[in-house]
């Protein structure tokens, strides 16, 4: 039977079973990364459906002032460095995109179902955005390390996801987790962690959703 450890940093996991739902969960002390049992994973066509039933577009005035409030702590405190970017994984609206135009910049789009084509391959950018994104990876590892390879030398990268409550009863009543393709979670130490693992400084990480990280 294979060990199971944590994507993010290799250590020993608890496992954190829901009785309710019949799920499994394994939690990492050391990093406070949580991700779900690959069992529990949606194919792509499931995930391609879930995705489906969301109001992302420019008319949904809820999400666009995420958005709007998202662009004010995360990316203007650092605007005059910035004139090109990537909103990595766009969703079928590219509403932050278009938000990020108005701004004044330059901005590629990128996601796996709605716009698949990779046209980041042979750039770098200035900024690059991955909002609501980083629950979904199965491999975080593996697109933090894209994403880096993808920004200039002091290129910025600006993360959305909510932060699990890092405790396990709290975890469990946690209406973010019901998303059966939220499947990986994060707090401010995993994101710091990535950080030092990656060689990156870490601009800002408030308590709540936000992350912003620059190349070294």
């Not at 949606?42 to 005035?61: A, R």
Request: charged residues 30%.
């Amino acid at each position: 039977m294979r060990k199971i450890v944590c994507k993010i940093c290799g250590n020993d996991v608890q496992t954190i079973r829901d009785q309710q739902f019949d799920m499994c969960y394994y939690y990492c002390e050391y990093c406070e990364f949580i991700f779900i049992d690959e069992r529990e994973i949606l194919s792509k066509e499931e995930e391609l459906q879930q995705y489906e039933l969301h109001e992302n577009s420019i008319e949904n005035e809820g999400y666009v002032n995420m958005f709007k409030r998202f662009i004010e702590k995360s990316i203007i405190p650092y605007k005059d460095n910035i004139r090109n970017g990537l909103d990595f994984g766009c969703g079928p609206g590219p509403v932050l995109a278009e938000l990020l135009k108005r701004e004044g910049l330059q901005v590629d789009i990128y996601d796996p179902y709605f716009a698949p084509e990779k046209v980041f391959e042979s750039k770098r950018y200035d900024l690059i955005t991955s909002t609501e994104v980083f629950e979904h990876l199965k491999e975080p590892i593996e697109t933090l390390k894209l994403l880096k390879e993808h920004l200039n030398g002091k290129g910025i990268l600006a993360i959305m996801t909510l932060f699990h409550p890092n405790n396990e009863e709290k975890f469990k009543k946690w209406w973010y987790r019901r998303d059966p393709t939220h499947i990986s979670f994060y707090t401010p130490r995993t994101f710091r962690y990535l950080a030092n693992k990656f060689h990156m400084d870490v601009l800002k990480i408030d308590q709540k959703n936000i992350c912003v990280l620059q190349n070294c």
